[in-house]
């Protein structure tokens, strides 16, 4: 198609409108532009009342991803009207004409493109068929693939209608294959580890994880890493054929978080004091309605070197970090209180010295 000579010129250099002309072609622009607003409502009116019949959310769905494109359309298709109305020359009218047409396949990908991002169906229905327990990941990854494939069909169309032949360039890719994938191997790596996670669901967005010596709660996964937000509420990106071949860690999914801790108390304590401790303890663990009484430890464990220390552990049913700390604290003040019912007192590391008799003997000759 030899339509376009060293790029595109809308203008004729015979080409001269009478003022009538001009002011007509601005005035049938300026009435769709001012009229686009009421135009798209009328067309979005209509499309409701066919979406209300149907039975999926596919056209609910298109109506908001193609509002914005359909206005933009009835601009541009006032522009093209209004230009077509001034007598250009045939090339002029065929490179309007092109360009219009280029517009409409752009305003198309740009509503595929929102409707990739908004289609709830297709990600209910694959996240069913691949057993994920939500769709926080399937469908940022998904529809980001979805996205580059739109963009990619969009621009082979594009260049069809600019005269470049796809197939030479398909046929190219596929001779220099070889050398694209060896120069981009490390992001080919990334990308199958992404689908690698995408398929195993180690975790979902949201849960928290240790990946690669990394603790925090996932943000994001795309093609190339796995963004982690640490306690300290820094960002982390973690290559994912990294995070696909290293060991992840999910407490999110534990449903229980566990607290294990030694009590030290004085040695001077009797040991009917410190039974009557370890079952009070034992007791109030059990009874606790935020632990888990399936396995709690309550045992008179080690003869320390300056306390006689306390095996407590148990199990809070939380994963949630600030749930498990107040599940701490509570159970914390409550060994407070049987320490004090008890009378009790707490180690903490010290040190005795011992002076035999001769010793002080020895001193007081010297002083005599």
Sequence with gaps: MEIINAGIN???????PSLIELGIALGIFMLF????????????????????KSKTGLDDDMLIAFKKPVRVLVILLGLYIALIYLPFSKGTEDNITLLFRVSIIVLITWGLYNLAGTYEVLYDKLGTKLNFRSQKILKPFISKVIRIIIIAISIAIIAEEFGYSISAFVAGLGIGGI????????????????????????????????????EGVVENINFRSTKVRTFE??????????MSEEAITNFSRRGIRRVRFYLGIV????????????????????????????????????????????????????????????????????????????????????????????LNTNEHHKQS
């Design 10 to 16: 809308l203008y004729d250099k015979y080409f001269v």
């Design 33 to 52: 532009l001012i009229s686009s607003s009421i135009i798209t409502r009328m067309i979005f009116k209509v499309g409701d009342i066919f979406a209300k």
């Design 179 to 214: 050398a694209i994938a060896m120069a981009a191997k490390d992001t080919l790596a990334n990308v199958f580890g992404g689908i690698a996670i995408l398929m195993d669901k180690p975790f979902d967005i949201g849960d928290w994880i240790v990946a690669s010596g990394v």
């Design 233 to 242: 509420k820094a960002i982390v990106s973690i290559p994912n054929s990294k």
């Design 267 to 358: 040695y001077s304590t009797s040991s009917d004091k410190i039974q009557m401790v370890v079952k009070k303890i034992n007791d109030m663990l059990v009874e606790h309605p935020d632990v888990d009484n399936e396995i709690i430890l309550s045992n008179f464990e080690v003869f320390n070197t300056s306390s006689l220390d306390i095996l407590i552990q148990y199990y809070a049913k939380t994963s949630d970090y600030q749930e498990y700390l107040s599940v701490k604290e509570n159970v914390n003040f409550k060994i407070m209180d049987i320490l004090e019912e008890e009378n009790v007192e707490v180690a903490f590391p010290s040190t005795s010295i011992y002076f035999e008799d001769n």
